[in-house]
């Protein structure tokens, strides 16, 4: 997407959501993990992925990095719905996008940099279920038109309710459940959270309870819901205004739709439920919808807010240096001294300084103009 298309609250708010979970997170789990007190719970609550049914403040992390991404395809891909046809470098670029987006996904993840096969996870990270999302979402709006995109996106979300139905019995155990059955038998010994014995055996880890590859469906919903954001923000015959109210309405209609789907399909994150992906989606929408009221059309908070754009320009850069490397030892070096005054906290010094770094090498790569493209 060119610099001069963008909506700054497009970037800003990807960036809020990269920086709750590279910077202000580290800091906040390790202040509660210091301060065990009752009275700190409220907090602890909304900062930890709920055990299975339910949705807290954490959950919404993974599906606005989805939505976000959504939402940039009606910016960067406007032309061929302006009448330019997509060639092979169209196709080539989804396919090199797809390609890095899971290269980089087994690195944070995948367990690559392990350089033991046993332990790889082919499918396990955020940045894959981008990576399918993605890549169909944007096959759909250039090649399906508006009403097509409905179209298949709709056949995407009731495909997985289907699934469920005809072979899940609406079985929603953690291990039993048919969206786990079936990355059990397709991932086998290389699903994520696979606990290998010292023998060379394995077994599944019945903690994991994430699952994949018939999540991806709903993958491809939650980050369509986010390129219908960005069309209706980039429809220039309403106002700017009256986009964003109908992009906020929309929100709280997918709000209710998902809190009364989930009276029949609980709302589970893990396995990235038909009523979870339309209350994350409504989320996002409202997050987005006031961001952008903010920011573009009332023109506040742009200087007060911008910083965030360090994160949100750079967000794949930003989530694999924060995933990827530990500024501990740098941390450490230099403030060691303070172990003996700071006592028990002396751990959240050193988290404050390691977020502190990957704060400012996003400033860095931001000043100087240098974004990962992928």
Excluded at 90 to 101: D, G, I, S, T, V
Excluded at 189 to 203: E, F, K, L, Q, Y
Excluded at 291 to 319: C, E, H, P, Q, R
Aim: charge should be positive.
């Amino acid at each position: 997407m060119e610099i001069k298309k963008r909506l700054a609250s497009l970037d800003i708010l990807r960036g809020m959501d990269l920086f709750l979970l590279l910077v202000a997170g580290p800091i906040i789990h390790k202040f509660l993990e210091i301060n065990t007190s009752p009275i700190w719970d409220g907090a602890r609550r909304q900062v930890t992925h709920v055990s299975w049914e339910g949705f807290v403040l954490w959950d919404i992390i993974m599906p606005l990095f989805m939505f976000m991404s959504g939402a940039t395809i009606p910016f960067s891909m406007a032309k061929y719905r302006e009448g330019e046809r997509p060639g092979k470098a169209f196709h080539l670029k989804l396919l090199k996008r797809f390609a890095l987006l899971f290269f980089l996904g087994w690195i944070v993840q995948g367990n690559l940099l392990n350089l033991d096969f046993k332990q790889f996870h082919p499918f396990a990270n955020t940045l894959q279920a981008i990576a399918v999302g993605y890549v169909f979402s944007a096959l759909a709006f250039v090649y399906f038109g508006k009403k097509g995109s409905w179209i298949f996106g709709t056949a995407c979300f009731g495909l997985y309710i289907l699934v469920f139905v005809l072979f899940g019995h609406m079985n929603l155990d953690p291990q039993g459940n048919i969206a786990m059955v079936i990355d059990k038998a397709v991932l086998g010994s290389h699903r994520d959270g696979v606990i290998w014995n010292p023998d060379g055996t394995w077994a599944w880890n019945e903690g994991y309870q994430y699952t994949w590859i018939l999540s991806s469906l709903n993958f491809v919903v939650t980050v369509m819901l986010g390129s219908y954001a960005g069309s209706l923000l980039k429809d220039e015959t309403r106002p700017k205004k009256l986009r964003g109210f109908i992009l906020a309405a929309t929100g709280v209609s997918l709000v209710i739709f998902g809190i009364a789907l989930d009276s029949w399909f609980p709302c589970i994150k893990k396995i990235w439920s038909s009523s979870m992906t339309l209350y994350s989606a409504g989320l996002c929408s409202l997050a987005l919808a006031l961001v952008y009221l903010i920011v573009d059309v009332w023109g506040k908070g742009n200087k007060s807010l911008g910083w965030f754009k360090f994160f949100g320009m750079n967000s794949i850069a930003a989530y694999c240096i924060g995933e990827v490397i530990n500024f501990s030892s740098v941390s450490r070096s230099l403030l060691h001294g303070f172990d003996h005054i700071l006592g028990e906290y002396y751990p959240l010094l050193i988290t404050f300084c390691n977020v502190t770094i990957l704060f400012l090498i996003m400033r860095f790569m931001y000043k100087k103009g240098i974004f990962l493209k992928v």
